[in-house]
């Protein structure tokens, strides 16, 4: 019983140092105050970029809050609490024009408390998603035969609507993964009427049925590689930059710049300077700016890919 409560004390003790050091972040944003370093140096270096990507914008954080939910917690047998905790980010942006968008994003960490300190913070790293294992590489392999399907028009507003209500919920009605970021962008055009087809060869075509999918349905890169290639159902055409974009067309990233892609987003909106604000799962975000360079996964090597959806008026 008497670790039962220690254990408890130094949970409610680690939500308390740990929405200290949110506060901490959300005032370095807001008001510029001086940060200390407590946590991985890719969280200060993330959250400077973010403040210059603000400057460089014009766009002001006028109101910002945080909120941490412990999920899991264990006590080892050195005395150390290990706590696995989401942390809520919701800043209201203004721009130049007056204009307000709330934008919200959702980390998931795991801190470490020993002797009341804190020692170590730091942000879950997820394993990419439909890999059959860990170190292979899916490639989206065209059919010879192309499966012309029927017509159809992508709704737009239908992809958005689904975007919003599910960035940071999973849908039962589909498996989902602990990556779960193109899972989701599919999910979303999905929505959007686009249709599935390939089924059941999960290197070609783009879909997901019970328990087996497309590696275009769920892998970032197998899905940018779709996406270039497809000429009948979902279908895009690549365009040069992020202004050409619409609500409703998809981003994939390729944060190393090493030619595999590994993220992949859906534009929700644009800003007031016509760029696009997106929404993504895995690291759950809503409108957020679209070159993502306030993520602990941005480098200067970043390679973007930028795709309009297209309806398909093929006849079967």
């Known amino acids: 019983m008497f670790f039962l409560y220690k254990k408890v004390w130094w949970v409610e003790r680690l939500k308390h140092i740990i929405e200290d050091l949110a506060e901490a972040r959300l005032h370095y944003l807001v008001n510029g105050t001086e940060m200390r370093q407590n946590g991985p140096a890719g969280d200060l270096e993330a959250l400077t970029r973010k403040k210059e990507l603000l400057e460089k914008r014009k766009v002001d954080i006028v109101k910002a809050k945080a909120k941490a939910v412990i999920v899991n917690s264990s006590l080892e047998d050195d005395g150390t609490l290990c706590v696995l905790y989401t942390i809520h980010f919701e800043y209201l942006c203004k721009e130049q024009d007056g ?3 709330l934008e919200e994003q959702i980390e998931e960490r795991t801190a470490f408390l020993y002797d009341q300190l804190l020692i170590k913070d730091r942000e879950v790293k997820k394993k990419p998603a439909g890999f059959s294992d860990g170190n292979s590489v899916i490639e989206y392999e065209r059919s010879e035969r192309e499966d012309f399907g029927r017509a159809f028009q992508y709704d737009r507003l239908a ?3 689904y975007a919003e209500k599910f960035w940071n919920k999973r849908n039962p009605a589909y498996k ?4 779960n970021c193109t899972n989701f962008i599919s999910q979303c055009l999905h929505a959007g009427k686009a249709p599935m087809r390939g089924h059941p060869n999960r290197g070609s075509g783009w879909w997901m049925k019970q328990s087996s999918w497309s ?3 769920t892998v970032a890169h197998s899905m940018k590689m779709y996406l270039a290639q497809s000429k009948a159902g979902l279908r895009a055409v690549q365009v040069s930059s992020a202004e050409e974009l619409m609500p409703g067309d998809v981003i994939c990233y390729d944060f190393e710049g090493d030619g595999r892609f590994n993220h ?3 534009v929700v909106a644009k800003d007031k300077s016509n760029m696009p604000l997106v929404n993504a799962q895995t690291y759950d975000s809503r409108m ?3 070159s993502y360079e306030d993520s602990t996964a941005y480098t200067p ?3 973007y890919a930028f795709f309009h959806i297209t309806d398909d008026t093929t006849k079967e």
């Open 99 to 101: 204009h307000l968008y």
């Open 176 to 179: 989902n993964f602990s990556d």
């Open 159 to 161: 992809a958005v609507q």
């Open 264 to 266: 992949t987003t859906i």
């Open 301 to 303: 090597s970043i390679r």
């Open 288 to 290: 957020r700016y679209w």
């Open 215 to 217: 590696y275009s349905w």
